[in-house]
């Protein structure tokens, strides 16, 4: 079994930054990319940022282009979410998401929240 678990999440004033990871453990044979996805309450999980696990090519979603980072580790299983610039809109729990021996599998979730 494939399991992935986030951390890294907390409390930041605006303006400030995180870093979020994400490790995944067990039978973790071949790679495709790893996500980030956030709900924020009372919305829908939106799409944040992805990595290809090969290439290490990325995307964003335009909310956050600029002030986020994606990267990996491919030792360690690991990616990682830098968080600059923070903003009071950026507070939501913060889901890992991977494809991994060809199947999806999700983290547990990561609270970050911002204060104005």
């Known amino acids: 079994q494939v399991q992935l678990v986030e951390s890294g999440g907390g409390l930041v004033q605006t303006g400030g930054s995180l870093r979020l990871s994400c490790v995944a453990s067990g039978r973790t044979f071949s790679y495709s990319f790893m996500a980030w996805f956030r709900q924020a309450p009372g919305k829908e999980r939106e799409f944040v940022a992805k990595?290809?696990?090969?290439?290490?090519?990325?995307d964003y979603a335009d909310s956050v282009k600029g002030r986020f980072t994606i990267s990996r580790d491919s030792a360690k299983n690991t990616a990682y979410l830098q968080m600059n610039s923070l903003k009071p809109d950026d507070t939501a729990v913060y889901y890992c998401?991977?494809?991994?021996?060809?199947?999806?599998?999700w983290g547990q979730g990561t609270q970050v929240t911002v204060s104005s």
């Open positions: 990595i290809s696990w090969s290439s290490s090519s990325t």
């Open positions: 998401n991977a494809i991994i021996n060809f199947r999806s599998y």
